[in-house]
């Protein structure tokens, strides 16, 4: 999935600068993407931690469920689907 194809309002990370090296953007994903989130099968109502999951198109978007308002990461389809797999076999090596 391409930066281009989402609506993210991006920011500049505070050790960005101006001169043109090497700067970090991070994205809020808004409007039209904002996504439904749900929690993970593996969290419970006890306020411990939980993992949210938001399912786009051909990705996926994980957040901390204490913090919604905060930062977010997206993971394509093909590596996510290796994750999950990976998780139900036990199997964190790959």
């Given at each position: 999935m391409r930066a281009d194809d989402l609506n993210v309002d991006w920011f500049s990370?505070?050790?960005s600068n101006n001169q043109?090296?090497?700067?970090?953007q991070g994205g809020r994903i808004?409007?039209?993407?904002?996504?439904?989130?749900?929690?993970?099968?593996?969290?419970?109502?006890?306020?411990?931690?939980?993992?949210?999951?938001?399912?786009?198109?051909?990705a996926m978007a994980v957040r901390d469920s204490k913090l919604p308002h905060g930062s977010a990461f997206v993971v394509t389809a093909a590596p996510w689907t290796t994750f999950i797999t990976a998780l139900r076999q036990n199997d964190l090596t790959a």
């Open positions: 990370s505070s050790y043109g090296g090497n700067c970090v808004t409007g039209a993407m904002a996504l439904d989130w749900f929690s993970s099968s593996y969290s419970n109502n006890q306020g411990g931690e939980c993992v949210q999951g938001g399912r786009m198109t051909s």
